[in-house]
């Protein structure tokens, strides 16, 4: 059973930059597309950005778009988020997930993915 480890959350402050990584278990990883999503409480999972499973196809939601970009290296079974120009409301806990069925698609919806790390929280101060 593949697992997903996030890491590289933390306390930063308004314009900083941070790179999340999401590391997985198991030698299967490289043939599934990835997400992350990100959630605060009270409000439903946002998703953020994914990538299909070779790299070559990305997709990114309306906060993720021109500050964030995803990343995958399929060697060391990890996807990242890099995160630029961070803003208070970038704060949330953010989760990374895998989508064994994608194919080729690259998939928006957190009911999509079967997969999902523990989540790894950001924190943005003004």
């Known amino acids: 059973q593949v697992q997903l480890v996030e890491s590289g959350g933390g306390l930063v402050q308004a314009g900083d930059s941070l790179r999340l990584s999401c590391a997985a278990s198991?030698?299967?990883?490289?043939?599934?597309?990835a997400g992350w999503f990100r959630q605060v409480p009270g409000k439903e999972r946002e998703f953020v950005a994914a990538?299909?499973?070779?790299?070559?196809?990305?997709r990114y939601g309306d906060p993720a778009k021109g500050r964030f970009t995803i990343s995958r290296d399929n060697v060391k079974n990890t996807v990242y988020l890099q995160m630029n120009s961070l803003k208070p409301e970038d704060t949330a806990v953010y989760y990374c997930?895998?989508?064994?069925?994608?194919?080729?698609?690259?998939?928006?919806?957190?009911?999509?993915?079967?997969?999902w790390g523990q989540g790894t929280q950001v924190t943005v101060s003004s």
């Open positions: 997930a895998a989508d064994r069925t994608a194919g080729i698609i690259v998939p928006m919806q957190p009911l999509e993915y079967d997969l």
């Open positions: 198991g030698n299967t990883f490289s043939r599934y597309a």
């Open positions: 990538i299909s499973w070779s790299g070559g196809r990305t």
